[in-house]
């Protein structure tokens, strides 16, 4: 029985699967589903869990090289919200793109967790390292 770190046996799988440079999706709970993506569905309730809370439970065992988010993230968000996923991402490297561009990298991810965040924007894409 697992007593540490990620509990849930469907994203234990699915991070025992990514390779160097495959690709994480972690979305909110707004975000479009893929029938050909295999998609963990974690949401509760509005804003349980957060995509920050599950990019913080991933990183801990998980080599990241880069993320991925929308150009918009930055457009329609407060300073304190920007701020927030600064501090929890460190030293990762971030590339801002069109929501549109990030959009058509989906179908290429090993796998998509889906939170119940709402703030907006708040998609990653995790490349591995």
Do not use: C
């Not at 998609?39 to 957060?50: E, N, Q, R, Y």
């Not at 439970?57 to 457009?75: G, K, P, R, T």
């Not at 989906?106 to 703030?119: F, H, K, Q, S």
């Amino acid at each position: 029985m697992l007593i540490n770190g990620i509990l849930n046996p469907q994203i234990n799988s699915l991070l025992a699967r990514v390779r160097h440079t495959n690709m994480l999706v972690i979305a909110d709970r707004g975000f479009p589903y893929w029938p050909t993506v295999e998609t963990v569905d974690i949401s509760l309730v509005d804003g349980v869990p957060t995509v920050l809370q599950v990019f913080k439970a991933i990183n801990l065992n998980f080599a990241i090289h880069e993320i991925i988010m929308a150009q918009e993230f930055l457009d329609v968000n407060s300073l304190d919200v920007r701020e927030a996923f600064e501090q929890v991402i460190a030293n990762i490297p971030i590339v801002h793109e069109p929501h549109l561009e990030l959009k058509i990298r989906v179908p290429a991810a090993i796998g998509l967790i889906r939170t119940g965040d709402t703030i907006q924007y708040a998609n990653m894409i995790l490349v591995s390292g």
